[in-house]
Structures are given as C-alpha cells and as structure tokens.
C-alpha cells in the first residue's frame, strides 16, 4: 500500500507533538526522518499484520493512512507483548550449553530489548545486534520483526535441545572445538549435523566415537550421492527424526533443514580431504 508523502506528513506532524510534549514548533531533520521511518514501519506492520481487518477503507487519502498507521502501531505493540509472552515461556529452562554469545544474546540482550524498545517513535530500531546467529536469517529485518522472529528460532532451537540429553550436546561441542563457549556459532546446527551423521553412519546417537565400520558407512553414504541428491536424503532424514521424536513439529523441521545445504556441501568436502572429524565427533 503505496501513500504519498504529504499523506503521511500530517501523522509525522502529529508523532512531533507527542515527542516534544507541544512545547516546541521543531524538530531536526534527523528526528523527522526517524518520525517518517517509525509511520512507514507500522503501515508495514498493517500489512503484513495477518489479524488485520479486511475492510476496504473508503475514506479519503489522509484519513486512511492515519488509520493503517493506528492499525499497524497496533500491531506493533501485540507483537511485542507476543513475542514476550513466548520469551517468558522459555527463559525458566534456556539452556546456552557454556556458549556466551548465546547466553549474552538471549538471557541479557532480549530483555534489554523489551525494556528500551520505543515503538511509538522509533519502532523500526530493535536496539541490539542479536549476535548468535539462529540459522533463519533475521539480518534484514528491523525492530519487533527482527526480535520476534529471533525469539521463535530459539524457541525451536531449545525445544530441538530439549530431547536430548545435556552430556550428548556438550559432547559434539566440545569435539567441534574445545573454545566453543568462545565462538559465534549455532549450536543447534552442530548437534543436528552429528545426529544425522549417526544415522548415516548406522550409529547409535551417543557420545562414543565412531567404529571403523560405522565410519566406513558413512564415508560411503556420503561418496554414494552428489551434493543435491544429499541434500535431499538429509531432509527426509530430518523429516524422519521430527516424526519420530518431535510428534511431526513441521515448523521444527523446516527450521533445521536450513543448515543442510551447507551441511552437505562442508560433508563432501569432508570426505574428499579426510577431514570428517572437522564437522562431526569423530
């Protein structure tokens, strides 16, 4: 939904008077950018709002953007308060598994973020850099969007986690590498790669090392297929493991088949320089 400029003015004006309390006439032309940026963002929130009213709006110009911009603050602000409702519901259990960049984005960072957000005159700034990289790419968008969507990948991410023992997940970490508590990686990445190399392998998912002949086999399930064609064995590999241990969440498995791209290409070239141990607890 496309307004014109003089559409929106009368609504930045508006955002003026409320951020200067009416005790004065003008503000920079910073913070009038910032004022237009923050109507643009919850006219955007109005339409990609999926509760919004499917009404055709009849009024004339200013008046309907006046009211997409009301229906889109709104929106902003049930965002907000859904996103922490879902934060609350997992921090309680949030387990970082000795990795700081996790804990210091999630534990200490999003609550910073509910605390400092301003979504009447700057909804388009999410404040923090959101460091751990969750495998959906959250980079491009900005404000409640931006932590919103952070919150549900590590929601998937912890309920990944929550199957499986603690000892497990520290031990194909610390096989990733013994200064993985250092590192900006994703760890739900990890874990899953060294699950899906024990299916290959016809291997228990334990925190043992591989056997000769497990090796073997997944040396030669890797040799057997071309890249796309691994690709494809590890999705219905996953598609497998959501079934069977996450009662078919397919929100889950779409998350986790977003690392198997890369995963398969780093796992041929594993195997062609006999590096296994480089991605998998060898």
Request: hydrophobic residues 35%; glycine residues 6%.
């Amino acid at each position: 939904m496309n307004f014109e400029t003089e559409e929106l003015l009368p609504i930045v004006a508006e955002l003026a008077d409320k951020y200067t309390g009416k005790e004065s006439t003008s503000i920079t032309y910073e913070k009038a950018r910032q004022l237009m940026e923050a109507v643009l963002y919850c006219i955007h929130e109005y339409e990609t709002d999926p509760v919004k009213s499917q009404e055709l709006l009849t009024m004339d110009g200013k008046t309907e953007a006046k009211r997409i911009y009301s229906l889109g603050y709104e929106a902003v602000l049930r965002n907000v308060k859904e996103a922490q409702i879902l934060y609350n519901k997992i921090i309680p259990d949030f387990k970082y598994y000795e990795n700081w960049c996790y804990y210091d984005t999630f534990a200490k960072g999003i609550p910073s973020f509910f605390l400092y957000y301003d979504p009447r005159f700057q909804p388009q700034n999410h404040i923090l850099t959101l460091d751990y990289p969750v495998l959906y790419p959250v980079n491009s968008l900005r404000g409640i969007d931006a932590i919103s969507a952070f919150v549900k990948c590590v929601s998937l991410e912890q309920g990944f986690f929550g199957k499986m023992p603690d000892e497990y997940v520290l031990h194909v970490l610390r096989a990733y590498s013994t200064d993985h508590g250092e590192l900006i990686i994703n760890l739900a990445g990890i874990v899953l790669r060294n699950i899906l190399g024990c299916r290959m392998a016809g291997k228990r998912v334990n925190t043992q090392g591989y056997t000769p002949g497990e090796l073997e086999r997944l040396i030669n399930y890797v040799k057997r297929h071309k890249t796309a064609s691994l690709e494809q064995e590890m999705e219905g590999l996953v598609d497998e493991l959501v079934r069977s241990v996450y009662d078919g969440q397919d929100e889950m498995g779409d998350y986790l088949k977003a690392d198997l791209h890369d995963y398969c290409f780093e796992l041929k070239n594993a195997v062609k320089n006999q590096c296994l141990d480089s991605i998998l607890a060898i």
